[in-house]
């Protein structure tokens, strides 16, 4: 009797050690590759498994054929390289918008024949709009058109062009029709720019685009939410941040996803904020909070709210400097960009948000502007913490050490693009090469310990994550060579990590999501080259043959097998 229950003991002790040893069978095992898991210690390893919408192992080829059983489909990477899913942590949507495409034009000579086509065939009595996703960093003459070159493109009919998110160039039919003059007063926030004998140029910036109403943009709708994702997937983007706008209106944008999510539509997981960029005292955030009918938190792993976007300042030609910019910006040295925000009322907008528990988060690109959201975000502090909150600053383009030294101190994440790459030469012009070629000093962020993610503002420039990449790598630009050579990156580890885990901490998902680790989402891309080794200029074409998204396949390049 007591040997049967010896051997029983035994039978059951090895029963129990084989099982320890035999795992359960994965969905799908991938071997043979080179996996960047973006782990606390950077490994690079030969595969991974998956079991439902998880990893559940990484590892040695050996280690994997220890999850392969019956059912389990087996991939061979064929020497692939794969990264935890691409994203992009400042994406407003992936076009320009309907109107009249100008990304395409590479002169003025293109532009104002695009332009000049689009009149003659617009309806008599119609404002002619442009896109948004173009700048004249594009051009061969590196300049905008003016008015009056925009009259002669199209005379007698209002013509718009939008540029970017923060501008509007008019010809002077289109000044006529909103009775903007020499005399107009120029809006809080805003500027109406003059040429050097004080004409106007047709340019408005920020606040004064309120002078000019456009036609209403076509609603947002499904089919938006749905090419973003097809356009999105070839380059291995697995998640994206909206922060407060998607094609005009993030509110439907919102429901949208959703929707989508309900109708298991989503192939790219949405982080989104709310919008707070016209916010002027606490009253007007408490009744905008009720308006939105969301909460800080609210949903899941693939539609999550998670704060308010607010802003300080303008974008490229109206960042608020503590520096003046350069003729003819310069009005004779006076000026030195926009104050969006008064300091007070925005004070006052973030310390409501924070006692009601939003997440801030606030576009600066001057120094000056940063100086306005550093002191409001410690006020705010001073009422209720927001170390650890991961509140940031949208851009950062222009910073001083001292401004660093506040950030850390605050806890503040940065979150950078790569605007320089598309717009340098334009930038100098503006500021000057002191301040254009250190404009986004990622390293610097990252050398003082700042939580630093990556991304491109799309449709401000293009939304291709790998030029991104390869402007931080390179500091080069696509027209004017290489800006702030200091700044470069040269840990490739560290570039991958500013759009897989640093957006994962960013989002506060670290724990779920951003590298190839067991328990976390089974988000990767099987990439065309190694980016760990591929020369520098190649990153620029790089692609994904393979997109995944929560264990499923959503994207195959053609001829990938």
Request: aromatic share 8%; no cysteine.
């Amino acid at each position: 009797m007591k040997l049967r229950l010896a051997i029983a003991v035994a039978l059951a002790f090895a029963a129990a050690a084989a099982q320890a040893q035999s795992p359960a069978p994965a969905d799908v095992v991938f071997i043979n590759g080179k996996v960047f898991t973006a782990d606390g210690g950077d490994q690079v390893v030969q595969g991974f498994a998956i079991k439902g919408d998880r990893f559940v192992a990484a590892g040695s080829d050996g280690e994997m054929h220890r999850y392969v059983g019956a059912q389990t489909r087996v991939v061979d990477l064929k020497g692939h390289f794969v990264s935890p899913g691409i994203t992009d942590d400042h994406f407003h949507n992936e076009g320009g918008g309907s109107g009249v495409d100008l990304s395409h034009v590479r002169s003025l000579g293109e532009l104002l024949t695009t332009v000049a086509n689009a009149a003659a065939s617009a309806p008599a009595g119609t404002v002619v709009v442009s896109n948004s996703d173009w700048h004249e960093a594009q051009l061969k003459e590196q300049r905008l058109p003016t008015a009056d070159e925009l009259e002669q493109a199209a005379p007698g009919k209002p013509v718009v062009l939008v540029r970017g998110g923060h501008e509007y160039i008019l010809n002077q039919a289109a000044l006529k029709k909103w009775n903007i003059t020499r005399d107009t007063p120029v809006p809080a926030g805003g500027q109406i720019s003059r040429n050097a004998s004080g004409e106007l140029t047709g340019e408005l910036f920020d606040e004064a685009k309120k002078l000019v109403t456009l036609p209403p943009p076509k609603p947002v709708s499904m089919e938006d939410i749905l090419n973003t994702q097809k356009a999105l997937a070839p380059y291995g983007m697995t998640a994206v941040r909206i922060p407060g706008a998607y094609r005009g209106n993030m509110i439907e944008a919102y429901h949208l996803m959703k929707q989508a999510e309900a109708e298991a539509k989503l192939t790219l997981r949405w982080t989104v904020y709310m919008p707070g960029f016209s916010l002027r005292s606490a009253e007007a955030a408490r009744k905008a909070i009720q308006s939105w009918g969301t909460h800080q938190d609210e949903g899941d792993d693939w539609v999550k709210v998670d704060g308010v976007k607010l802003m300080v300042d303008g974008g490229f030609e109206g960042g608020h400097l503590s520096k003046p910019y350069l003729e003819p910006y310069g009005k004779g040295g006076t000026f030195t960009g926009l104050t969006v925000s008064p300091p007070a009322a925005y004070t006052e907008v973030v310390r409501e948000l924070n006692r009601d528990g939003w997440h801030v988060i606030t576009h600066a690109v001057g120094d000056a502007a940063l100086d306005e959201v550093l002191d409001a975000y410690a006020a705010a502090d001073k009422d209720a913490s927001i170390k650890g909150k991961r509140w940031s600053v949208e851009h950062a383009f222009v910073s001083r050490p001292g401004q660093v030294a506040r950030l850390k101190e605050l806890d503040i994440a940065v979150s950078a693009q790569d605007h320089l790459y598309l717009a340098a030469p334009v930038l100098k012009k503006y500021w000057g090469w002191e301040i254009a070629h250190e404009v986004t000093p990622v390293k610097t962020y990252l050398d003082a310990g700042l939580l630093v993610a990556g991304g491109t503002d799309s449709p401000v420039v293009p939304f291709n994550p790998f030029w991104n990449l390869y402007h931080m790598a390179s500091r080069d630009t696509i027209s004017d060579g290489v800006y702030g050579e200091d700044q470069k990156i040269a840990s490739r580890p560290l570039l991958l990590r500013l759009v897989t885990i640093n957006y994962a901490r960013l989002i506060g998902e670290e724990k779920t999501r951003g590298s190839i680790e067991p328990g976390k989402l089974a988000d990767f891309a099987v990439l065309t080259d190694d980016f760990l080794t591929v020369k520098p200029q190649a990153i620029r074409d790089m692609k994904a043959l393979s997109t995944w998204v929560g264990g499923r396949e959503v994207y195959r390049a053609a001829g990938y097998e």
